[in-house]
């Protein structure tokens, strides 16, 4: 939009905003914004003017193309320039078709009045009074209630002019999914007007949305430490407010086995942190469920054959556990990894998968398979004696054909588990390396998860083979980067701490001109030696947010242009209950363009 | 403590622990500690074992000199090693002398009783059985009720063998302080053993401790961003938890004036954020008084004459305010200093002073006084038209006399509106460079607070000038380095990230060879561009801690040896409601001596 149309949009403002913000408070505010050459520029009040007061969300709400919505919608959008009051304790969602997603429509109308609560300031109790809001749900595909890379997650929404005392809202989808996501942009067009205590919403709103990435996604390490089910449930309700639509739940690792599992309870009972740091089935149901209405899929990864250890202690399945010094054998300590030579380990697995199978109704399982350590393996007797035993050497490529003598088994195991053919994913590692990635993985079985640099050729290597990628790039998506070490003086191994505008900036399909079709999605991973449940929020909020824009919309620009409407986001994420970073002085967002260089 | 002793402890551990905790649950634990070599080993737990089954407090309590407690006592500590169980409903705590301090007494005394409850993890109900506790609390000096830098924070702890049915705690001190602190110690020696869900205390102890320098401060910047009262309070609460006594609190600055004057209200009006957003009288005196019986004194700054601007538009007494580009008058936007040449200035200054006064009953003030720009003095014609008439020059000399002439009048002001001569504290800046200090500031009249970095000469030519010094060098106390830019791409200024290792091993006395008595002490801070109220904990906490240590006993080892406990007091302070940051896996604290390279 250029400047002719922001001053347009400012007049309209002005002249049809006024109508509705008449009763002023006598007390009157020091400031008040307007929106001048697209920026919302603050003014000092002045009772005399005829120009109106509004507060800075009412003004940047016109201001800009995107006024305070995150994402960015892809397909249209007008926000038209007026705002109506309204009454929270009046509004009323019709769900036009029913389905069997009928209960899913139901609990997301439910949430949605809450999130408009949410946006009232603590303490302050607003008047209660204007329109009221009526909601049409069109759901053209009212079955459809499960989550996959297929699912068509676009909408339409549509606010009216206003009646007398009701505003009109249309949400029209092709799924659950996708009506889920326009109540989440309604909910954005909701603001509290602190200078007249009145809850406002925007109208004349036409928005055609739906994201460019199928997969967009939140990795959460729940073994270095243990995270409170409460936190969980935290990082999805923020997932759901910017649109993201995975929860990839790395739930077990070398340090800890939290998961319950129901065949193996061993593993649980030896491996968890304590008796009370597990997730029991009924708490993963919930977490579950509790995504699932929030348009979220939870992922679950079992990392294997390395990052195992604790839990294991009565099998003889693993090899290298807490050796020492653990630098000889893995990255960081302890170290362990599955002995994949035994036949029993397998069984194991199959058991592992079945627990996962009956708690975890996913699309996709992802089988871990990151930095596997020959040096771990051959420090085992037993399996130089396999290796021996078959004439294989012992250098790389000999332990190479032994991972993939593992995979081939463990993945005729998953199947057999989750009683289908689904989608699985692996992390890049030796095993993915241009040379030989095709030799061991299935380009139609495997979908490979991305945790190089983003400049690295491996990416491009694996786009040519035909490889659909999902992109973690450690350089701009690992959110435990640039805290201090826990294994010795400086900083860790992936600082320095990665900004959010460089998450922003980020561009899978950058990466993968001419391929972009076998990129789904790109995720963040919050690492979890440096991070548990007090310490979850502000690491991955709101750089997430900044990543969930970059998923849904691909935008050209630049960081600058996405700011003001990024301070508001992190604002609401807070709002909502999530300690997410504050990144600048709140000065910037009522002074805008002024905090840069 | 050498290994020898260890195992002594260890043994005589088996043996009278047991005694006390036979009561064990039904349903086995997995693991039990034992302390072997002065290391905390986790154990397989077996139930034919005559040794004891200690949880991981329980082994820590007694396998390394000082425990679990956090600082470090400094005069002598003996812990003994049996621990008893107490019934939390059953604590009394008898003041045996009377004076002017009893209200703080009391007021400890109850907070005393509120942190033992704190322990108990959220949704467990301890059984409530065991012995009582009898606190004694013995004031040498009850009519002391003011932090001062000479104040005896000192103090002695003796918990007996318990009786039947009651243990015996006693602590004497030279002032409240010294006692506040002993009750801080003697709560950290209440543990909550999970495996047999009993309150417990250490007993047979003798603790005598007091700090090594007077002032152990946090600053906190409540100007770049604000910081709700809730927030500020639970961070005091934090520091008396681990001994700090200063709350330095940087209460305004170019962004904003939250601070509530009630001479010029209009600064507040136009200065603050909203009008919520303010820190009122009644709110700064609920602060004072809360720090107050934790130990900690609240200590104003007014920093001036530059890093003002909001809130001034009203008057004719800044100069650059908001100038652009800003990078040509100050360091970040928005620019704003105050105008020395105007005689008004002083009046406002006094009434700021006085307002201030009114509210914190401080024995020092804080003037600011860094970061002074000439350019932005110099883009003032009556700036320059002052300097003109005078026959100075428009040279770095020159307005380090423009600097001088304000200096000299506000300290005047300031003396006045406090009603003393009050020690007064400024930044290093162009006017406390080591060739010029001494001809503009007295020794006699101000402290200085370092903010270089720690290797800076400034601070030798300093000490060897006579000038009394608080410690804040940025490469190890500034809280807020390492995360993203704010006004562009990358890191910001003082990035990385300092880890609490760095801010454990930074020496004031190392800085001071020769001088140690010149140092006062060290201060973090948190410079709160990028941070706020939800941002707040995570940043300051558990560094802050490992500056606590540091300060109260200028301990001689390395972060290694002090690591279980910083993983325990950083524990602690989540249990107290303290966000604070995750720093390891808890892995690392289950598995003393795994995590290093």
């Given at each position: ?7 347009l949009?400012f007049?309209?403002?002005?002249i049809?905003v ?6 002023a ?17 603050k003014m000092e009040?002045?009772?005399n ?14 201001c ?6 995150w ?5 249209g ?5 007026h705002?109506?009051?309204?009454n ?17 429509m ?9 999130l ?13 009074r ?5 909601v ?7 079955d459809?209630?499960?989550?996959s890379l297929?699912?068509?997650?676009t909408y339409q929404?549509?606010?009216g002019?206003s009646s ?7 949400i ?5 999914f996708?009506?889920r ?8 067009l909701?603001?509290?007007d ?12 036409s ?14 390490d ?8 409460e ?6 309700e923020?997932?759901?407010a910017?649109k ?11 340090q ?13 009972k030896?491996g ?7 997730y ?10 509790f ?6 899929r ?6 294997a ?7 294991w202690?009565?099998t003889d399945l ?7 010094p ?5 990255v960081e ?7 994949p030579?035994?036949?029993e380990l397998?069984?194991v ?10 708690v975890?109704?996913t699309?996709?399982f992802?089988m ?11 420090s085992?007797?037993?399996?130089r004696g ?6 294989w050497g ?12 593992f995979?081939?088994?463990?993945q005729a ?8 053919k689904?989608?699985l994913i692996l992390?890049?590692s030796s095993?993915t ?6 030799k ?16 690295s050729?491996?990416?491009?290597g694996m ?7 999902i992109?973690?790039n450690y350089?701009?998506l ?6 201090s ?22 561009s ?12 789904l ?7 979890s030696?440096q ?6 929020d502000?690491?991955?909020w ?9 998923l849904w919309?691909?935008p ?6 996405v700011?003001q ?12 209950g ?9 000065w910037?967002y009522q002074n805008?363009?002024?905090c840069?260089?």
């Amino acid at each position: 939009m250029g400047t002719k149309s922001y001053f347009l949009n400012f007049f309209i403002v002005c002249i049809l905003v006024q109508c509705v913000l008449t009763d002023a408070n006598d007390d009157n505010p020091a400031w008040r914004w307007s929106c001048i050459n697209g920026r919302c520029m603050k003014m000092e009040f002045d009772p005399n003017s005829k120009e109106p007061y509004l507060n800075a969300e009412s003004c940047k709400m016109f201001c800009g193309t995107f006024g305070l919505l995150w994402p960015q919608p892809t397909s249209g959008v007008d926000l038209g320039s007026h705002l109506s009051k309204i009454n929270l304790d009046k509004i009323n969602i019709i769900n036009e078709a029913s389905g069997k997603s009928d209960e899913l429509m139901t609990a997301a109308g439910e949430r949605f009045k809450k999130l408009l609560l949410k946006i009232i300031p603590e303490g302050v109790t607003p008047k209660m009074r204007g329109k009221s809001l009526m909601v049409y749900l069109v759901n053209k595909n009212p079955d459809v209630k499960e989550m996959s890379l297929d699912v068509d997650e676009t909408y339409q929404l549509r606010i009216g002019a206003s009646s007398d005392d009701q505003v009109n809202a249309t949400i029209i989808g092709r799924t659950f999914f996708g009506i889920r996501h326009g109540l989440e942009t309604l909910s954005q067009l909701v603001i509290y007007d602190d200078i007249r205590d009145l809850v406002l919403i925007t109208r004349d709103v036409s928005v055609d949305d739906g994201p460019v990435y199928p997969y967009r996604g939140i990795l959460l390490d729940t073994a270095r430490n243990y995270f409170t089910v409460e936190s969980i449930k935290r990082t999805i309700e923020a997932m759901a407010a910017v649109k993201l639509n995975t929860f990839h739940w790395h739930i077990t690792d070398s340090q800890s086995f939290p998961f319950v599992s129901q065949r193996r309870p061993s593993l649980t009972k030896y491996g968890a942190y304590s008796p009370s740091k597990v997730y029991t089935r009924e708490a993963i149901a919930d977490i579950v469920q509790f995504a699932l209405v929030r348009g979220v899929r939870v992922l679950p990864e079992f990392d294997a054959p390395a990052h195992v250890g604790e839990g294991w202690q009565h099998t003889d399945l693993t090899v290298c556990f807490k050796a020492e010094p653990w630098s000889s054998y893995c990255v960081e300590p302890p170290c362990g990894q599955l002995d994949p030579t035994k036949d029993e380990l397998y069984d194991v697995l199959e058991d592992i998968y079945r627990d996962m199978a009956e708690v975890f109704p996913t699309d996709m399982f992802h089988m871990g398979g990151d930095e596997v350590s020959e040096a771990c393996w051959n420090s085992s007797a037993e399996v130089r004696g396999f290796m021996a035993a078959r004439g294989w050497g012992l250098d790389k490529a000999s332990y190479l054909r032994l991972w993939d003598y593992f995979q081939e088994r463990a993945q005729a195991r998953a199947y057999k588990a989750f009683g289908k053919k689904l989608p699985l994913i692996l992390w890049t590692s030796s095993l993915t390396e241009f040379d030989h990635i095709d030799k061991y993985l299935n380009k139609d079985d495997y979908i490979i998860q991305v945790w190089t640099s983003g400049s690295s050729p491996e990416i491009k290597g694996m786009l040519n083979k035909g490889y659909k990628l999902i992109i973690s790039n450690y350089d701009a998506l690992y959110l435990d980067c640039g805290f201090s070490s826990w294994v010795g003086l400086g900083n860790n191994w992936c600082s320095p701490y990665i900004g959010w505008q460089k998450v922003y900036l980020n561009s899978p399909a950058s990466m993968a001109v001419g391929h972009e079709k076998q990129i789904l999605g790109a995720e963040a991973a919050l690492w979890s030696e440096q991070a548990d449940s007090s310490a979850l929020d502000g690491r991955v909020w709101p750089r997430a947010a900044a990543l969930a824009e970059r998923l849904w919309a691909e935008p050209g620009g630049g960081f600058e242009q996405v700011e003001q409407r990024m301070l508001h986001i992190r604002d609401r994420l807070v709002a909502l209950g999530v300690q997410a970073d504050s990144i600048e002085p709140e000065w910037c967002y009522q002074n805008e363009g002024y905090c840069h260089r």
